[in-house]
């Protein structure tokens, strides 16, 4: 038995959901290869050669891979999957592992099982539905298990490896989709669905210019991602790619803070497997207090600026 | 601020098991009316109400409408959705495919109508009175004046009002002041203030046609010196399009306890040479036109106590599954828990429940009655749910409107402290339910008009046939098993009885001794609705019980039904014999005093 | 150009979902059912394509239960011109669905599926992608706007970090995300009309489709139910239990 686990990286650099992806495949168990499909990305290659746990790493080096499009790395997979003979094919349920997996799992004519949070066994996992308000346990009956991993289910496998790095051919490149442009959020904090401390904020803050005012100098102090409420992303005070809940990202950080969020059950799917959670609220019957660790009723304007300055 | 979801599934149960949907839907020309379509209606008007109308009607209140120099300005939110009220096409619905309508029975468009009154009644009455002028003009206008207006205001591009009342003249409309000059060209000059006049003016809607009651030269004294005419806040040109402003203005709003965000206009016609007015009908018969429209207003004005009752209700019952404050009476030494769980919480909400839907049933009948006496081929039929709707009306108006008062005070209750803060949004049910056993004829006099035009006039032919019907279900109760329906039986019974003595007493007493009949009339009223009301939760729960035997549909809706229907035995209806010792003994006491003891 | 839009029947998103006493699935007896709200947006965006003159057709399919007629309905009352419905009461998975959409674009030829990128009950995320898999057409996923000129669809879409817009040739699939639009309230007139317009019924079978389930859901339970923590006075005693009780700063 072995496990396909395709790395999701930038060519330089892993990204942080393809460590917590190594530790499903690792309790799903069997020898793990990890794929780097990309362009130029031999140091990302290097970097998963050193991850605990990993037997091989097999890299696809091509400009066709540069943009990760789904049609041309599902291609790609299902090639690598069916010569190896893999039993199980993992990635992240990120964007990316959203977009190109079910390809993977249709052209492999199997079930893809989505977004997993716990192994059970090599055949059964365990898995959100209904927004997570309902834990579902599945047994594929596939030859082929084609997987994707919610990153705040696993921790994050360490380093301590040195597996060897093995060039793969490249695949077509299938031509029908292309990347026009990015516009990607350029910040210099830690990436929302990674960090360890999360500052949200809602529409309690009244506008953008009092988000940004207030909360910016609070996640500087403490290394936090910002995020938001769906309230503050329809509001117009924040893009739409800060949003934590059922509809946006799903984080679970060390630390959540929850400032001017009355916590509707869409946020709360969000955020709601958070190690310490604390709400900053002046409607002390805000249902956010229901799954808060530490609760404080007070006026966020001056609350905030208080507890910036305290830490 | 709270949501508002529409109760589909009460809705649909009341409309199908005792309003007779599908004896309607056979009626000529409300063919289309068949179960699946009227269920498509129902969600999207739920979705439409829910999603549109109801986040305004928090910050409508809040915001309220404001007027600056003879303009209105609508809150916030609502002139879009006003706009998209019109491009959705629901102000069509019930009305003559002829001008553009989509000709759909009562029935269906009274659970509409309830909807958008649940979610937003200060919204809710501006397509109300524009309904109310549509019918007017279509019951008495000429062809031309139905060929110039109905149209545009079907449609919903142009709004109607009522403008009735004058500031000498409320309830009692004989002394309507207004006049109106006849001019060479057949048009007439109209002079005079009107006041409370709902939506008179504001910013949603292109042009606004005020129906107007004014007195000509030649009219004699009293309530047949009254005619009817068409104002337009606008000129329409012969090609349809909009022309001069017409000499008609609002000259303030007022400031109210309630529905802030419908403008409530003082009006002035002819400050400036006079208003431009088109008569309806014939001359002196203006007052019969408006009553026959009244009628259909005013079932409307009790439906908007059931709505208004509903949406206390779901915001009540939404507070008590939320709120977390002290401890399950039945478990010991358990946690804090929902306030849902104290009994005195639950007898509250089964208070609201309970009514809520005694009172939509029996408005939602009586609409039924009224498509059948529009409809039905059949004369006696017709005559027959006639008389029915027109014993009915001044009771559903009435009742349903005095309930929404306690209930929404019910609402209020339920959230303790935090219901008295406005912020709340409990607090708006109250305030807007206020109006609503006030306007379109106060509940004394809807009480005056039940027992004497209703009851007394045809010697109580109408109301005899209603108490045996009602005591004929007697049997099919005592036909069932178990205690609910062996309680629900009793109370019935009861009440009949309760009912049927005061009738007695009515009829014995109306011609020679008025006063005192008239001084126990709104308890009589209330006594009717207690029991009418009851006699439809029986209904109900014998509809739901052969419905749960027959294992189709939700086994825990049925069950809830019949509870519900036992709960307004053991707690609604021991009223009924309360109120009739009232009517039978209590005249005298009303009377007792002379004017100087008070 | 015609578009197919594929809509499913969930639990209405304001419904909590409830497990069934013994644990093996959700319950759905008597639960207020609705269009999957990410489907309703992808009607609306094909409604849109054709209120611009892009689309000339747009054909709603359903799959599942006979009462998915009702969301047909829906979509037709939204505007669609034509529904399929796909009958059987067999549990349908993403792949199951994939092909039977397979078949149907094959037969319909559209140049344009649009879907919700997940239905809000197995929150898959899946179909669309298996669709374009199995046709061998592009995908894109995770929709914010849709352009459609000369033979191409130019899609903004939604990734981690930010958007990324994706040229890809025709036919394609489209999955929708949250922000690609508002959708409409179906108008009275387009309710009433939809009643009459055409709906037609296939197995399966007749598609030659085999929609057996691949994966078996053992068991369904409600995650442990996060306890409310402690009130604290201030923020002072927030920073103390912060530092000194969670140590988390």
């Not at chain 1, 009244?206 to 988000?211: D, K, L, P």
Request: charged fraction near 20%.
């Amino acid at each position: 038995m072995a496990i396909l686990l395709i790395a999701e990286h930038d060519n330089a650099r892993l990204k942080a959901a393809t460590l917590n992806t190594l530790t499903a495949a690792a309790k799903i168990g069997g020898d793990i290869h990890v794929l780097v499909a990309g362009s130029g990305c031999g140091p990302a290659a290097d970097a998963a050669a050193r991850l605990a746990g990993v037997a091989k790493v097999l890299v696809a080096d091509a400009a066709h891979y540069g943009d990760q499009l789904a049609e041309n790395l599902a291609a790609l997979v299902v090639a690598t999957a069916q010569a190896g003979g893999y039993s199980h094919v993992l990635a992240a349920a990120s964007s990316q592992g959203k977009n190109f997996m079910p390809r993977v799992a249709a052209l492999l004519d199997v079930a893809q099982v989505s977004d997993i949070v716990a192994v059970e066994s090599a055949d059964t996992f365990v898995r959100p539905i209904y927004a997570g308000n309902i834990l579902a346990t599945v047994k594929s009956a596939d030859a082929v298990k084609v997987i994707t991993v919610r990153p705040t289910g696993f921790d994050a496998a360490g380093e301590g490896g040195s597996a060897p790095v093995e060039a793969l051919a490249a695949g077509p490149d299938l031509g029908i989709s292309k990347v026009v442009s990015r516009e990607l959020t350029v910040s210099a904090r830690p990436e929302l669905g990674a960090a360890k401390v999360v500052v949200s904020g809602g529409r309690g803050l009244g506008s953008g210019e009092n988000y940004h005012k207030l909360l910016e100098p609070l996640a500087d102090k403490l290394g936090a991602a910002l995020g938001a409420s769906r309230a503050a992303v329809d509001a117009g005070f924040v893009p739409n790619d800060y949003q934590v809940g059922q509809t946006g990202k799903i984080v679970a950080p060390q630390l959540y803070i929850a400032v001017g969020i009355s916590g509707a059950i869409q946020h709360l799917a969000g955020m709601k497997e958070s190690k310490v959670i604390v709400a900053i609220n002046k409607d002390p019957e805000a249902p956010i207090f229901q799954v808060a660790d530490y609760g404080l009723v007070a006026d966020l304007f001056t609350a905030i600026p208080e507890l910036t300055a305290a830490l | 601020m709270s949501n508002y979801a529409a109760p589909i599934r009460d809705m649909q149960f009341v409309m199908k098991e005792l309003a007779g949907l599908d004896r309607v839907a056979a009626l000529p020309g409300y063919e289309e009316a068949s179960p699946d379509l009227v269920d498509a209606i129902l969600e999207e008007a739920g979705k439409f109400a829910g999603g549109v109308l109801a986040p305004l009607n928090f910050s409508g209140d809040q915001e309220g409408s404001r007027w600056q120099d003879g303009a209105v300005t609508t809150p916030a939110g609502f002139k879009d959705a006003y706009q998209q009220f019109v491009d959705n096409g629901w102000p069509a619905l019930a009305c003559d495919p002829e001008y553009g309508g989509q000709g759909l029975p009562r029935l269906v468009s009274m659970v509409v109508r309830e909807m958008w009154k649940a979610s937003n009644m200060a919204f809710s009455l501006c397509p109300m009175l524009t309904q109310g002028a549509i019918e007017a003009l279509a019951l008495a206008g000429s062809d031309e004046l139905k060929q110039t207006f109905l149209p545009n205001m079907v449609s919903g591009h142009w709004t109607g009002t009522m403008n009735l009342t004058e500031p000498g003249a409320g309830s009692d409309l004989a002394a309507v002041r207004s006049r109106a000059e006849p001019q060479a060209d057949g048009t007439y000059k109209i002079f005079g203030q009107k006041i409370f006049i709902t939506w008179g003016e504001h910013d949603v809607a292109e042009n606004i046609v005020h129906l107007v009651l004014a007195r000509t030269p030649t009219a004699p004294a009293g309530v047949k010196g009254i005619s009817l005419f068409v104002v337009p806040k606008f000129m329409v040109n012969a090609d349809g399009g909009l022309g001069e402003r017409n000499d008609a203005w609002c000259a303030s709003i007022e400031h109210k306890l309630g529905i802030h965000a419908s403008p409530t206009a003082v009006m002035v016609f002819g400050d400036h040479g006079g208003a431009t007015g088109y008569l309806v009908g014939e001359e002196n018969r203006g007052l019969e036109y408006m009553f026959i429209m009244m009628n259909e207003a005013r079932i409307a004005v009790g439906l908007e106590g059931v709505a208004i009752s509903d949406r206390a209700y779901q915001q009540a019952l939404a507070y008590a599954k939320d709120r977390i404050q002290g401890k399950d009476m039945r478990v010991r030494g358990g946690g804090d828990v929902p306030i849902i769980r104290h009994p005195d919480v639950r007898r509250m909400l089964m208070m609201m429940k309970s009514q809520i839907e005694a009172m939509r049933a029996l408005a939602y009948v009586v609409a039924s009655a009224l498509d059948h006496a529009h409809a039905s081929p059949d004369a006696n039929d017709r005559a027959r749910n006639q008389a029915f709707s027109d014993l009915m009306i001044p009771v559903v108006k009435g009742w349903c409107t005095e309930n929404a008062n306690d209930i929404t005070s019910l609402g209020v209750q339920v959230h303790g402290g935090m219901g008295f803060i406005e912020e709340t949004g409990a607090a708006q049910h109250y305030r807007d339910a206020r109006i609503t056993a006030i306007y379109e004829g106060t509940t004394g006099i809807q009480a005056l008009d039940l027992i004497g035009r209703k009851i007394a006039r045809e010697n109580g032919a109408t109301v005899k046939a209603v108490i045996a019907e009602m005591s004929a279900l007697d049997a099919k109760l005592a036909a069932q098993e178990g205690a609910d329906f062996a309680t629900i039986r009793k109370a019935l019974a009861e009440g009949v009885a309760a009912v049927s003595a005061c009738v007695d007493f009515i009829l014995a007493n109306f011609a020679k001794e008025a006063a005192l009949v008239a001084a126990g009339s709104v308890p009589f009223l209330k006594l009717m609705g207690v029991v009418s009301g009851g006699w439809q939760m029986a209904r109900a729960a014998l509809a739901a019980d052969a419905l749960l035997k027959e294992g189709s549909g939700d086994p825990a809706f049925y069950r809830a039904k019949i509870a519900t229907s036992r709960f307004y035995a053991d707690h609604v209806m021991p009223q009924a014999a309360g109120l009739a010792r009232t009517m039978l003994e209590g005249g005298e006491s009303v009377l007792a005093l002379e004017e100087a003891q008070f | 150009m015609k578009i197919l839009v594929p809509v499913k029947r969930v639990i209405d998103y304001n419904v909590r979902p409830r497990v069934k006493a013994d644990g093996s699935a959700v319950d759905l007896a008597n639960v207020k059912m609705a269009m999957n709200p990410f489907d309703e947006i992808a009607v609306e965006e094909a409604m849109r394509l054709k209120e611009a003159g892009i689309a000339t057709e747009v054909v709603v399919v359903s799959c599942g239960l006979p009462a998915c007629q009702e969301t047909l309905r829906t979509a037709l009352a939204l505007g669609a011109d034509r529904a399929i419905l796909v009958e059987t009461d067999v549990e349908l998975q993403p792949l199951a669905v994939a092909k039977l959409l397979k078949a149907l674009a094959v037969q319909e030829a559209p140049q344009l599926v649009i879907l919700g990128k997940q239905a809000i009950d197995d929150d898959s995320s899946q179909t669309g992608q298996m669709l374009a898999a199995l046709m061998g057409w592009p995908q894109a996923v995770f929709a914010s706007k849709v352009t459609v000129v000369d033979g191409k669809a130019k899609v903004a879409r939604e990734v981690d970090g930010g958007t990324e817009t994706l040229e890809v040739s025709l036919p394609a699939v489209v999955t929708t995300d949250l922000r690609l639009n508002e959708p409409r309230y179906a108008t009275l007139p387009n309710i009433m009309k939809a009643k009459k317009k055409p709906l037609v019924t296939v197995k399966p079978a007749d598609l030659g489709v085999d929609v057996a389930p691949r994966l078996a859901t053992l068991k369904v339970a409600e995650p442990a139910k996060r306890k409310a923590g402690a009130m604290v006075a201030d923020v002072a005693a927030l920073v103390d239990k912060l530092k000194n009780e969670a140590k988390v700063i």
